[in-house]
Nanobody, 119 residues
Framework: QVQLVESGGGLVQAGGSLRLSCAAS????????AAWYRQAPGKQREQVAA???????NYADSVKGRFTISRDNAKNTVYLQMNSLKPEDTAVYYC?????????????WGQGTQVTVSS
């Protein structure tokens, strides 16, 4: 069993910064790929940033140059540094990992953390 615990969300003014963390625990061997998604009210969930096992990264156009995804393999933790936040970044942010547990790799999702950016 793998648990993902997210932290770092909150209320921030436009132009501010937040750093989200996603710590994986349980019977995890390693994180292969990971990503952050977000879902705003009335909208579909969208991928914000992704990081591969090679540490190659990919970003949604709307956050390029402002957000940075990173990982600490020793801690099985994934981060999302969010700078120059805008009101349109307001959403629930979800952590996703594709992790190896035992002999099988599976998808896991965090519970979500609210990010609210005031204008």
């Amino acid at each position: 069993q793998v648990q993902l615990v997210e932290s770092g969300g909150g209320l921030v003014q436009a132009g501010g910064s937040l750093r989200l963390s996603c710590a994986a625990s349980g019977s995890i061997v390693s994180i292969n790929a990971a990503a952050w998604y977000r879902q705003a009210p009335g909208k579909q969930r969208e991928q914000v940033a992704a990081i591969a096992s090679s540490s190659a990264t990919n970003y949604a156009d709307s956050v390029k140059g402002r957000f940075t995804i990173s990982r600490d393999n020793a801690k099985n933790t994934v981060y999302l540094q969010m700078n120059s936040l805008k009101p349109e970044d307001t959403a629930v942010y979800y952590c996703y990992v594709y992790a190896l547990t035992g002999w099988v790799s599976r998808d896991y999702w965090g519970q979500g953390t609210q990010v609210t950016v005031s204008s």
